[in-house]
């Protein structure tokens, strides 16, 4: 993450973009580094110790449902009976899964809860970049929302993993720049632009084919095995957010 930081302000400073955040806007942009980047990152981090990387896209990627969710009870939107199947869905996944884990190694059921609150985190901060009005572009939120991530993350690294550093392999240093290069700047300012002009749920369409390639590659990359129930929870996953994403008329969604 570091590495992107410096990465956007190379960028920032050639094209002459303002670094500046407003003083009303510093506690706002503050408060979207919670579940944007701290609870998404630290959690799914963690989590993906305990589970296939196919797993964890599936599990990560119901963030659509819980920004729904978290939109009904914090900003009381409506809740439309595409919104119920979804969750539905969602949680049946979920279920499936948890099953599998349950009858595997005593750890994962840890990853699963791990990795769904790094979700919840996220559907959070989406929720709340959508209604938080902000004057800063995308790119100067993107780095300071990393600028404070980063020393929170190297913290809880010093105290959790201190044991563990060591030199990264070529193999590690590629995912490295991979991450904070294409993922870090990149894919975070385009999602954060997205965040911030369309409805959360609307958002979400962006994300939809994120779990099938997580699971596709962790198959191809990784060797790992595609189980009855991986496979049921991905089609109810991508079933869930397509009811809940298709365009739709208010009479046609009055039924709540």
Same mark, same amino acid.
């Given at each position: 993450?570091?590495?992107?930081?410096?990465?956007?302000?190379?960028?920032?400073?050639?094209?002459?973009?303002?670094?500046?955040?407003?003083?009303?806007?510093?506690?706002?942009?503050?408060?979207?580094?919670?579940?944007?980047?701290?609870?998404?990152?630290?959690?799914?981090?963690?989590?993906?110790?305990?589970?296939?990387?196919?797993?964890?896209?599936?599990?990560?990627?119901?963030?659509?449902?819980?920004?729904?969710?978290?939109?009904?009870?914090?900003?009381?939107?409506?809740?439309?009976?595409?919104?119920?199947?979804?969750?539905?869905?969602?949680?049946?996944?979920?279920?499936?899964?948890?099953?599998?884990?349950?009858? /595997?190694?005593?750890?994962?059921? @840890?990853? =699963?809860?791990? $990795?769904?609150?790094?979700?919840?985190?996220? %559907?959070?901060?989406? *929720?709340?970049?959508?209604?938080?009005?902000? /004057?800063?572009?995308?790119?100067? @939120?993107? =780095?300071?929302? $990393?600028?404070?991530?980063?020393?929170?993350? %190297?913290?809880?690294? *010093?105290?959790?993993?201190?044991?563990?550093?060591?030199?990264?392999?070529?193999?590690?240093?590629?995912?490295?720049?991979?991450?904070?290069?294409?993922?870090?700047?990149?894919?975070?300012?385009?999602?954060?632009?997205?965040?911030?002009?369309?409805?959360?749920?609307?958002?979400?369409?962006?994300?939809?084919?994120?779990?099938?390639?997580?699971?596709?590659?962790?198959?191809?990359?990784?060797?790992?095995?595609?189980?009855?129930?991986?496979?049921?929870?991905?089609?109810?996953?991508?079933?869930?957010?397509?009811?809940?994403?298709?365009?739709?008329?208010?009479?046609?969604?009055?039924?709540?």
């Amino acid at each position: 993450m570091a590495i992107g930081i410096l990465a956007i302000a190379a960028y920032m400073t050639l094209r002459r973009d303002s670094f500046h955040v407003r003083s009303e806007e510093r506690a706002p942009v503050l408060r979207l580094v919670i579940g944007n980047m701290i609870i998404w990152h630290v959690f799914a981090i963690y989590a993906i110790k305990f589970l296939t990387s196919g797993r964890a896209a599936i599990l990560g990627y119901t963030m659509p449902v819980w920004a729904m969710l978290i939109g009904v009870v914090l900003y009381r939107d409506r809740l439309t009976w595409r919104g119920l199947m979804g969750v539905f869905l969602a949680l049946s996944a979920t279920i499936l899964l948890a099953m599998d884990e349950f009858t /595997s190694l005593v750890g994962q059921p @840890l990853g =699963l809860g791990l $990795m769904l609150f790094a979700a919840f985190g996220w %559907g959070l901060g989406t *929720v709340m970049m959508n209604r938080t009005p902000l /004057s800063i572009s995308n790119t100067s @939120l993107t =780095l300071w929302m $990393m600028v404070v991530t980063v020393p929170i993350l %190297g913290i809880l690294s *010093v105290i959790l993993e201190f044991d563990q550093w060591r030199t990264p392999t070529v193999g590690e240093w590629g995912a490295i720049f991979y991450n904070a290069l294409l993922v870090f700047c990149i894919c975070h300012i385009i999602w954060f632009r997205l965040a911030r002009k369309l409805p959360p749920v609307a958002s979400s369409l962006a994300i939809m084919l994120i779990p099938i390639v997580g699971v596709g590659s962790g198959a191809w990359a990784l060797n790992e095995t595609l189980g009855v129930y991986d496979i049921a929870a991905l089609g109810l996953i991508v079933l869930a957010m397509s009811i809940v994403l298709l365009p739709y008329t208010k009479k046609e969604d009055a039924l709540l």
